[in-house]
């Protein structure tokens, strides 16, 4: 009796690992690519999928041959879920925004050693874990851009700060860190003081608590940078609601922040930046589809057509730090004033 | 004898201690602020950023004095300011003058909720489900359904302006709803019926029910006012940080609840006042406030937030411990 049941549950189990064998086994004339972004909920993210299938209707791959996934919540627990699916349904690609730099790591190589290429967008993980990374703007551009506007805002010289996301963000560390690197090189501006780096953690409440206390502990304040679009919108309210002297610039969504930017005191934020995230969701797809059909391979110094965009062909660059990794650069962040942010406020 | 005396009466009412420690911490912080913590303009934000917690906080109150727990609240709290979010973002109310319209987007908010939190109460009532696993159930429906009806867009700022205006700094709206809400349930839970049933039924269920309380409908009645409240909170949210997001207050739940026990709440039941959970809600509130401030590093802030929690909920078990051993020894002689 119990050696027929052990037979039985054997059996079971061959056919079961007989049906996993064969899923990954597509027709390979039909890849299919999946897009994976940071969470659910957030417009940013929705923009960045919406150029994705943009491009995945033009380039005519079939409505059942795209995924695009978003985790319920901003977290790797979340991201690992979803790649353990899409492993198992074994696609052909697989471009994801990270929710951290290193704790998919495992997950990506499995999905490597599935043979499934790996594109970065929007958020990287660690080179080795992927084979290029579609930058929305280099770490460099995007630093100069926010310490040239906080130069630019405090009038040369006096006290700034950072508002940023979590402190683990691995954008916004980034760029914290090369703004302050960039700041320290350059005499020009050594008349700006960085007083502290606060952190939001992209919730509405914690921002403005962390904006109020950066303006009762710092009298003498005169810009805010806040990197990050939870925390520009929640600084900007506080700044405009107390008519506060101090200024604000950094990353913001044009549609979040359209009713804060005006070059008037009634007006907190002047200017701010941010790249266009429907680009860079079609450059990601443009950019798995060349990796699928063998088109590129990850080495600095490949390029690929990619469609009708404005910087195409884009060229494979090495990585800062990491030379043997490539990535792609969308081109330069986009700058929001009073003149344009109407216009594009209705855009996303 | 006298400093006994004081002594007694401190440790033997748990509301005087609490605004001791209170007044105590407000002190030091403000020392450590360089004075900066005592200004009007910084205790008016307090209140003002801490108004959603604070006024969830007399639901939950309710809810924990059954007994029960809700932790659906921040999902409703998401699906009602996202709902009228986008009723204003699609300009469906726009026909409407601005302060006929601002009243009924707070009634349509707190409506949803309500309907929310009566649908909670049913559950746990009628189908017998604990109210943790209910509320857990509730809180993805809720978040959920506040993420596809928003479509991952956000009700900004321009979308919201004017109604903005009632939660904006400098505006009173807040303080008005939040003075509002604890003086009606202050007076609730201590002169009316209803309130002594809740009561009733936290400290013994069985025995409220033989006496003829009709424990049902009381639980009902207390999840739909802890919905209802989280729909107002959804409402002041959006008018306060003039957004509607789908992720908005995540996590808060725990605030609350955390707000609620160190205003000496007990989570088993039957015993917690308001005066309680205003104590304990602006202890928190005060707390979120000073950490910023007082020049702690970002990252440590967190972990003295729980250590601040965990030390004043130790306080509060010792010294009611010694009160009931106290009342004891009165009772043997």
């Not at chain 1, 008349?191 to 009762?216: H, R, W």
Request: charged share 15%; proline share 3%; aromatic share 8%.
């Amino acid at each position: 009796m119990k050696k027929r049941l052990i037979c039985l549950v054997l059996g079971a189990l061959m056919l079961l690992s007989m049906f996993a064998a064969c899923q990954p086994g597509i027709d390979k004339s039909q890849a299919s690519y999946a897009l994976v972004t940071k969470s659910a909920g957030n417009p940013y993210n929705e923009k960045e999928a919406e150029g994705f299938e943009a491009v995945m209707k033009a380039v005519g791959v079939k409505a059942g041959n795209y995924i695009i996934r978003h985790p319920e919540a901003p977290t790797v627990d979340a991201q690992i879920k979803v790649i353990d699916s899409l492993i198992s349904q074994g696609v052909s690609a697989i471009a994801i925004a990270a929710n951290d730099a290193n704790a998919l790591s495992a997950k990506l190589q499995e999905a490597k050693a599935a043979g499934i290429k790996i594109v970065t967008l929007d958020s990287d993980v660690a080179p080795a874990d992927r084979l290029t990374f579609c930058n929305q703007a280099g770490v460099q551009q995007v630093a100069q851009a926010l310490v040239d506007a906080v130069y630019d805002i405090a009038g040369g010289e006096g006290e700034y700060a950072i508002l940023s996301a979590t402190s683990q963000a691995t954008n916004q560390n980034a760029w914290i860190d090369a703004m302050k690197a960039i700041a320290a090189a350059d005499a020009k501006y050594s008349k700006l003081t960085l007083v502290e780096v606060a952190y939001g953690d992209d919730e509405n409440q914690k921002s403005t608590d962390q904006t109020q206390a950066l303006l009762a502990k710092y009298p003498n304040l005169k810009v805010i940078c806040a990197p990050t679009t939870v925390g520009i919108a929640a600084a900007a309210k506080v700044l405009q609601d107390k008519k506060s002297p101090v200024k604000l610039t950094g990353l913001g969504l044009p549609s979040e922040m359209a009713a804060y930017i005006g070059d008037d005191a009634d007006h907190s934020c002047p200017y701010m930046f941010l790249w266009n995230p429907i680009d860079l969701g079609k450059l990601a797809a443009y950019a798995s589809i060349a990796l699928v059909n063998g088109d590129i391979t990850g080495k600095v110094g490949d390029t690929f057509t990619a469609g009708d965009m404005e910087n195409s062909p884009y060229t494979l660059t090495a990585v800062a730090g990491a030379e043997s990794y490539s990535e792609i650069i969308l081109g330069q962040p986009f700058k929001f004033d009073s003149g344009n942010i109407a216009e594009w406020a209705k855009i996303y | 004898m006298k400093f006994k005396e004081i002594l007694r009466k401190i440790t033997g009412n748990h509301e005087v201690s609490l605004a001791l420690i209170l007044v105590l911490m407000f002190i030091v912080v403000d020392i450590l602020a360089g004075g900066t913590f005592h200004s009007g303009t910084n205790i008016a934000d307090i209140f003002r950023n801490n108004a959603l917690t604070l006024v969830m906080s007399l639901g939950m109150l309710l809810v924990l004095l059954t007994g029960g727990i809700d932790i659906s609240i921040t999902g409703v709290l998401a699906f009602s300011g996202m709902s009228i979010g986008l009723l204003m973002k699609n300009h469906v109310l726009d026909s409407i003058p601005l302060v006929p319209r601002c009243i009924l987007l707070f009634i349509i908010a707190i409506a949803i909720g309500s309907c929310c939190g009566l649908i909670n109460g049913f559950i746990i009532a009628k189908g017998k489900v604990s109210p943790i696993i209910c509320t857990l159930g509730a809180m993805y429906v809720w978040r959920g359904m506040a993420y596809i009806i928003s479509n991952s867009a956000w009700a900004s700022a321009a979308d919201v302006a004017g109604y903005s205006d009632f939660g904006k700094d400098g505006s009173v709206g807040p303080y008005i709803i939040l003075a509002a809400a604890f003086i009606v349930f202050f007076i609730l839970m201590k002169w009316t019926g209803f309130g002594r049933k809740v009561y009733a039924i936290g400290s013994n269920k069985e025995a409220a029910a033989i006496s003829g309380i009709n424990v049902d409908r009381v639980q009902i009645a207390v999840y739909t006012i802890m919905g209802s409240l989280a729909g107002l909170a959804g409402a002041l949210s959006v008018s306060i940080y003039a957004s509607a997001q789908p992720t908005m207050q995540t996590g808060t739940e725990m605030d609350v609840i955390a707000a609620c026990v160190i205003g000496g709440v007990s989570m088993s039941g039957g015993r917690g006042t308001v005066l309680g959970t205003l104590l304990g809600g602006i202890f928190y509130a005060i707390v979120y406030k000073a950490l910023p401030l007082v020049g702690l590093e970002s990252i440590w802030q967190n972990l003295i937030k729980g250590v601040i929690i965990l030390g004043v909920v130790i306080i509060n078990v010792v010294t009611q411990r010694m009160m009931k051993r106290r009342n004891l020894a009165r009772r043997e002689i």
